[in-house]
Structure formats: structure tokens, C-alpha cells
């Protein structure tokens, strides 16, 4: 559904990306790993539209991507930021019907409000709806940052034609809610939504992901089957650092450490 076709991007003087072309699987869950500074946030704000390239194109199914409204992106794709700040004394759920707000405008419906409370109990959050955002941990406004992220692609529409990106989903998550949010990924994944996202931990990134991106100094290292190049040589060659894939006892998913 996305791509990227001799996508460079600058700011200043400083090459961000550099001659980026890929192609993101439709109802797939893609993951985008690499070292800091690698360009990774960089790309998903290009993906969003929210930035624009130096040279090159975005495509949405073989349409520039802004060559549609903001109105149709509004509801056909979702971005959750790295971070997100909040100051105003909103309740939770009210920062999840927010997400709504490109499919009901000002006024919410009574599907709206369905959805945000969905989307409320699939995060855990049922019990925090009506807390006050601004006094959440961080973790909990994490969560209700992926559910307003989450509502704004549910819609009756064909979920094939959605897509959600998410930069660093993990962020301050303890262990249980990382792996539940990665498991949500999957789940709108399989019912047909475009999922990409960029990640760090590489281990997370080999139990979820159907297709990988590594990114290093802006250009692309290797792209394709997660299981083929999350291997311990291309990983090096992306991060400079040797790798060893360790079998766990009753896993299908080795652990890949990084070698000092």
C-alpha cells in the first residue's frame, strides 16, 4: 500500500535519507530497526505526510501521496509520534474520542463513543477512563496515545485500505503491555491493515514482524522477510556490532545478543 520510490530527504546541510526506495505489504506487520540517528523517525514522518521529501515520491497504492486530501488521510491513516504532550485536563477517554474526530468532526456519535470504549478495554484503560490524562504515568498515557491512534483507523470501511504507523509503540511499557500492544499490531494486521512501525528492540522486532527495514546513516542496509534479515551478519553490518542468535527451550523465536 506504501512505498517509496529514490526518496532522499535534507535538513540543511545534513542528508537524513538518501536514495530510499521501498514498498511496505499490505496487511502486514513491518517493522523499521536501526541504530540512533539512523533516519527511522525520519521515514515514518514521510510515510504519515506530515513531512515531504527532498526528491523522490511517496505512494499510497500508486497515488502520490499528496495528491490526497487531509480529510481522506485523516481517516485512512493513523500516526503515533515518539512523543506526544498533552497539557490540557482531558480525561483519557476523551483523548481517545479525539481520534474520532476525522470521522464525526466536532460532534461524536454514538459509534464513536463504542469505539473509543473498544479501544479503552483492549488497552486495559477501561478502569482509567475517566482519570485526568495529565496525571497518568507514562505507560498509561502510552497506551491511551495508541488507543486514539487505534480508533481513528476503525471504521466500517475495508480495513484494507488503513494504515497505522506507530514510532516506538513500546515507549514506557513494562514488558506485559509490550508484548499486548504487539499482539493488538498483529491482530489489525491480520484483518488487513498496513502496520508499520519502528522499534529498537530487535528481539520484539523477530517475534512480530512479517517484513523488516535496517536503516543506517539514512540509507537502507536490507529490507525484506523478517526472518531473513534479522540474521546476525546483516545486523552487524547495521549496527557495527556482532551478533549471536541463541535457541531458547520451547521457543520457535532464538534470541538474537549482541556480542561486546
Given at each position: 500500500m506504501?512505498?517509496?520510490?529514490?526518496?532522499h530527504?535534507?535538513?540543511?546541510?545534513?542528508?537524513?535519507?538518501?536514495?530510499?526506495?521501498?514498498?511496505?505489504p499490505p496487511?502486514?506487520?513491518?517493522?523499521?530497526?536501526?541504530p540512533?540517528?539512523?533516519g527511522?523517525?525520519?521515514?515514518l514522518?514521510?510515510?504519515?505526510?506530515?513531512?515531504?521529501?527532498?526528491?523522490?515520491?511517496v505512494?499510497w497504492?500508486?497515488?502520490?501521496?499528496?495528491?490526497?486530501?487531509?480529510?481522506w488521510?485523516?481517516?485512512?491513516?493513523?500516526?503515533?509520534?515518539?512523543?506526544?504532550?498533552l497539557?490540557?485536563?482531558?480525561s483519557?477517554?476523551?483523548?481517545?474520542?479525539?481520534?474520532?474526530?476525522?470521522?464525526?468532526?466536532?460532534q461524536a456519535?454514538?459509534?464513536d463513543?463504542?469505539?473509543t470504549?473498544?479501544?479503552?478495554?483492549?488497552?486495559?484503560?477501561?478502569?482509567?477512563?475517566?482519570?485526568?490524562?495529565t496525571?497518568?504515568?507514562?505507560?498509561?498515557?502510552q497506551?491511551?496515545?495508541?488507543?486514539?491512534t487505534l480508533?481513528?483507523?476503525?471504521?466500517?470501511e475495508?480495513?484494507?485500505e488503513?494504515?497505522?504507523?506507530?514510532?516506538?509503540?513500546a515507549?514506557?511499557?513494562?514488558?506485559v503491555?509490550?508484548?499486548?500492544?504487539?499482539?493488538?499490531c498483529?491482530?489489525?494486521a491480520?484483518?488487513?491493515?498496513t502496520?508499520?512501525?519502528?522499534?529498537?528492540?530487535i528481539?520484539?522486532?523477530?517475534?512480530?514482524?512479517?517484513?523488516?527495514?535496517?536503516?543506517?546513516?539514512?540509507?537502507c542496509?536490507?529490507e525484506?522477510?523478517?526472518?531473513?534479515?534479522?540474521e546476525?551478519?546483516?545486523l552487524?553490518?547495521?549496527?557495527?556490532?556482532?551478533f549471536?542468535?541463541?535457541?531458547?527451550p520451547d521457543?520457535q523465536y532464538?534470541?538474537?545478543?549482541?556480542?561486546?
Open positions: 506504501l512505498a517509496t520510490r529514490k526518496v530527504l535534507r535538513k540543511g546541510e545534513k542528508a537524513i535519507l538518501s536514495d530510499v526506495s521501498l514498498c511496505f496487511g502486514k506487520v513491518s517493522i523499521i530497526l536501526g540512533n540517528g539512523a527511522k523517525s525520519s521515514l514522518k514521510l510515510l504519515s505526510g506530515e513531512w515531504d521529501s527532498s526528491s523522490g515520491e505512494f497504492s500508486e497515488q502520490n501521496l499528496h495528491s490526497l486530501s487531509v480529510q488521510l485523516g481517516r485512512h491513516r493513523a500516526f503515533l509520534h515518539q512523543e506526544t504532550h497539557d490540557f485536563s482531558f483519557a477517554e476523551e483523548v481517545v474520542l479525539l481520534g474520532r474526530l476525522p470521522h464525526s468532526g466536532k456519535g454514538s459509534s463513543r463504542q469505539r470504549r473498544s479501544a479503552l478495554e483492549q488497552l486495559e484503560l477501561k478502569d482509567l477512563a475517566q482519570r485526568d490524562y496525571t497518568l504515568s507514562g505507560g498509561e498515557k497506551r491511551v496515545q495508541i488507543a486514539r480508533v481513528q483507523i476503525q471504521h466500517a475495508d480495513p484494507t488503513t494504515c497505522w504507523l506507530l514510532d516506538e509503540p515507549n514506557n511499557l513494562d514488558l503491555h509490550q508484548r499486548k500492544v504487539l499482539q493488538l498483529r491482530q489489525q491480520d484483518a488487513g491493515t502496520v508499520i512501525m519502528v522499534l529498537h528492540d528481539n520484539l522486532a523477530r517475534r512480530f514482524a512479517d517484513y523488516c527495514v535496517l536503516l543506517r546513516d539514512g540509507q542496509i536490507a525484506g522477510d523478517a526472518a531473513k534479515v534479522l546476525p551478519e546483516i552487524e553490518s547495521t549496527y557495527g556490532l556482532p549471536q542468535k541463541v535457541d531458547v521457543s532464538p534470541i538474537l545478543l549482541a556480542i561486546e
